[in-house]
């Protein structure tokens, strides 16, 4: 299994910006489909986004248009630009990685992102 380790979250107003980025160690991020996850308070799980190691993308409905995922491989980091905020974006984001091959999935420990004026 390889490490996950987000960075970048906090406490913004409505309207606002953040970016999260997730570093990945113990393997090569090109082998990995990367993943972006949240949890809000008293709800499951649900994906944010996903990039495919060729930059393919999808998003969740709630992500499109206000959310971009990107990855830079050379620095085996995947990112979470989030634009124009919301309060029910207020979650725990996860990193996800699932090896293309192997189908091996890890999850970083989480990140909280608090929206509120």
């Known amino acids: 299994q390889v490490q996950l380790v987000e960075s970048g979250g906090g406490l913004v107003q409505p309207e606002e910006s953040l970016r999260l980025a997730c570093e990945l160690s113990?393997?090569?991020?090109?082998?990995?489909?990367m993943a972006w996850y949240r949890q809000r308070p008293g709800k499951q799980r649900e994906l944010v986004a996903s990039?495919?190691?060729?930059?393919?993308?999808t998003y969740a409905v709630f992500a499109s248009g206000r959310f971009a995922i990107s990855r830079v491989n050379a620095k085996s980091t995947v990112y979470l630009q989030m634009n124009n905020l919301k309060p029910e974006d207020t979650a725990v984001y996860y990193c996800?990685?699932?090896?293309?091959?192997?189908?091996?999935?890890?999850w970083g420990q989480g990140i909280q992102v608090t929206v509120s004026s």
């Open positions: 996800n990685a699932v090896h293309r091959i192997y189908d091996t999935e890890s």
């Open positions: 113990g393997n090569s991020e090109s082998l990995y489909t």
């Open positions: 990039a495919t190691y060729n930059n393919f993308y």
